[in-house]
């Protein structure tokens, strides 16, 4: 690995916003393709916040500092990645419930599932079942994750799954759920395929779900 990308991961972990652009580019110049400078810059720092963040060592002020630096890294090779055609790791659509207009942990999760990677579809706050199904559908999404802070608004997670099936979306799409009220137990029971504590073990999960 080149000995920008290495500084590139370690101004990243620092949540410093100028100098990874800068590093982005200069990477580019030295001639390093876009998608290692994603895979092997980008993401491979934000693996490092995310480790951290997991356990304990970072919070959630560094991890969004952290993840505007890699957005700014992004921005710069985003043209060229779309002209590659480089395949993102997987498409996912993410929002709170509808009712619930609570956001801060649904974008860490959006910032650090982009960092891995993937592609967002955020919708939102105080999303609807019935636009979380047709997004599903139009965008061809495989992942759907729901983030519900207020108690009252978690059996909408229920409903959505209820209208996948009846949509028949719900084989070809994995449902991730998460916010303070929501439990491992809950996501069992309402029928999802996995519960993110946290926005560090939503890339976890997120990965096994597409391995």
């Given amino acids: 690995m080149s000995n920008t990308l290495e500084q590139m991961q370690k101004d990243l972990y620092n949540g ?8 982005t580019q200069k990477a580019l110049d030295e001639g390093t393709p876009a998608q ?24 959630i002020p560094e991890v969004l500092m952290s ?9 710069v090779l985003r043209p060229l990645l779309a002209e590659s055609d480089a395949p993102a790791l997987s498409k996912i659509v993410i929002g709170t419930m509808a009712g619930d207009l609570h956001d801060i942990g649904k974008n860490l999760v959006g910032m650090m599932l982009e960092g891995a990677g993937f592609e967002i579809i955020d919708l939102g706050t105080s999303v609807s079942p019935e636009k979380f199904v047709e997004t599903v559908r139009t965008e061809g ?18 409903t959505t799954i209820e209208a996948l099936t009846e949509a028949g979306l719900r084989d070809h799409v994995k449902v991730i759920v998460g916010g303070a009220p929501v439990t491992a137990g809950f996501a069992k029971e309402i029928g999802a395929d996995a519960y993110a504590p946290d926005a560090a073990s939503a890339v976890d999960t997120a990965r096994s779900l597409i391995a």
């Fill in 16 to 23: 410093q916003v100028d100098e990874v652009r800068a590093a």
């Fill in 36 to 59: 290692e400078i994603l895979s092997d810059g980008l993401i491979a720092g934000m693996d490092e916040v995310g480790k951290d963040f997991k356990a304990g060592d970072l919070f």
């Fill in 67 to 75: 993840a505007k630096a890699m957005h700014a890294g992004l921005d």
């Fill in 141 to 158: 999404a495989a992942m759907l994750g729901m983030s519900a802070l207020l108690t009252t608004t978690m059996p909408a997670m229920k």
